[in-house]
């Protein structure tokens, strides 16, 4: 049962929420919510001293982590290193990777995966500024 939840939704859009970050307890994927087209947005959690109970690796996408709260370690192959609130880790396919919440508090993270070398134009490139008026 999924506690992300479709706020509104329109042509271009769709908003959901899994609610506070804080409270957030457990493992949620977002693109069905959403409607998402070229990632998948997943929000984690771990308790102190927990890992994810298996190694997992993808054929066609990589992943960004990007701890939200806590603090641990992070190990891809045979590579592990320090991560704490802040930190974002890029992984790229046909690799193992898992992660560990060290720290007393629960580690809360969000993991957006995205068909690697996928991203064309960004940021300024892809964008243009319109004329619209603010309506906020
Ligand atoms: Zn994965």
Do not use: W
């Amino acid at each position: 049962m999924s506690n992300v939840k479709v706020l509104n939704q329109g042509e271009k859009f769709s908003h959901a929420s899994v609610g506070s970050i804080q409270h957030f307890n457990g493992k949620e994927f977002v693109k069905d919510a959403t409607g998402a087209t070229s990632c998948e947005i997943s929000f984690g959690t771990l308790p102190s001293g927990s890992s994810v109970p298996f190694f997992h690796s993808h054929k066609e996408n990589e992943e960004n982590y990007i701890i939200l709260s806590g603090s641990g370690r992070f190990q891809v192959d045979d590579d592990v290193f320090d991560i704490a609130e802040g930190s974002v880790v890029r992984v790229a396919t046909n690799c193992d990777r898992n992660i560990k919440c060290t720290s007393s508090e629960a580690m809360t993270y969000i993991c957006i995966q995205a068909k690697e070398s996928s991203l064309g134009g960004y940021t300024m490139d892809d964008a243009a500024i319109t004329e619209r008026e603010n309506l906020l």
